[in-house]
T-cell receptor
Framework: AQSVSQHNHHVILSEAASLELGCNYS??????LFWYVQYPGQHLQLLLK??????LVKGIKGFEAEFIKSKFSFNLRKPSVQWSDTAEYFC???????????FGKGTSLLVTP | DTGVSQNPRHKITKRGQNVTFRCDPI?????LYWYRQTLGQGPEFLTY????????KSRLLSDRFSAERPKGSFSTLEIQRTEQGDSAMYLC?????????????????FGPGTRLTVL
């Protein structure tokens, strides 16, 4: 069955610490990969996306993610987090033959001053 | 505001009642999606429209759920005979017509959601 796994459900970091959130998927064939963020009280917003080409993609607010096809992974990274990065982060995948996004369960990130 | 809008933002109802939610997508987007999100979970796909045609439905969409997009613009999601298990955030998203490349290219833009509480 197609699935998306996010390894860390809750992460607490101090400001300026580095961040890496794991995402693995189990899909056959070509996939499109996304990271969405939901800040407290706000709606889901796209952080970055990968369709093809350079497997290292850069998104908004200093985030980046690397697609490693052999590991079925699309981990999210940021070198130095800020308090304003406190949010829920969702990895999502859709196959090239479908339109629905399949989301992971999300990772809740708390950045402390 | 030119984003996806949803109404109402909150709905409290008693078990057994019918409820209807509305979604207005971004105006030039021809694709519209409904998702459901419960506490501690990511959004789960319910259904997808391309213009007015409902092209995909999840098995989550039981017979009590019906969605329409009559003129290919706004959409409604109706839940009949609500149950406590229907309590969730109902999210709507839209995406534009692909400009080239993969037909499934679909960067989806989400609305704020309608939070349903069934008592």
């Amino acid at each position: 069955a197609q699935s998306v796994s996010q390894h860390n459900h809750h992460v607490i970091l101090s400001e300026a610490a580095s961040l890496e959130l794991g995402c693995n998927y189990s899909y056959g064939g070509t996939v499109n990969l996304f990271w969405y963020v939901q800040y407290p009280g706000q709606h889901l917003q796209l952080l970055l996306k990968y369709f093809s080409g350079d497997p290292l993609v850069k998104g908004i607010k200093g985030f980046e993610a690397e697609f490693i096809k052999s590991k079925f992974s699309f981990n999210l990274r940021k070198p130095s987090v800020q308090w304003s990065d406190t949010a829920e982060y969702f990895c999502a995948v859709n196959s090239n033959s479908g339109y629905a996004l399949n989301f992971g369960k999300g990772t809740s990130l708390l950045v402390t001053p | 505001d030119t984003g996806v809008s949803q109404n109402p933002r909150h709905k409290i109802t008693k078990r057994g009642q019918n409820v209807t939610f509305r979604c207005d997508p971004i105006s030039e987007h021809n694709r519209l999606y409904w998702y459901r999100q419960t506490l501690g979970q990511g959004p789960e796909f319910l259904t997808y429209f391309q213009n007015e045609a409902q092209l995909e439905k999840s098995r989550l969409l039981s017979d009590r759920f019906s969605a329409e997009r009559p003129k290919g613009s706004f959409s409604t999601l109706e839940i009949q005979r609500t149950e406590q298990g229907d309590s969730a955030m109902y999210l709507c998203a839209s995406s534009p017509r692909p400009k080239g490349g993969r037909s499934s290219y679909n960067e989806q833009f989400f609305g704020p959601g309608t939070r349903l509480t069934v008592l």
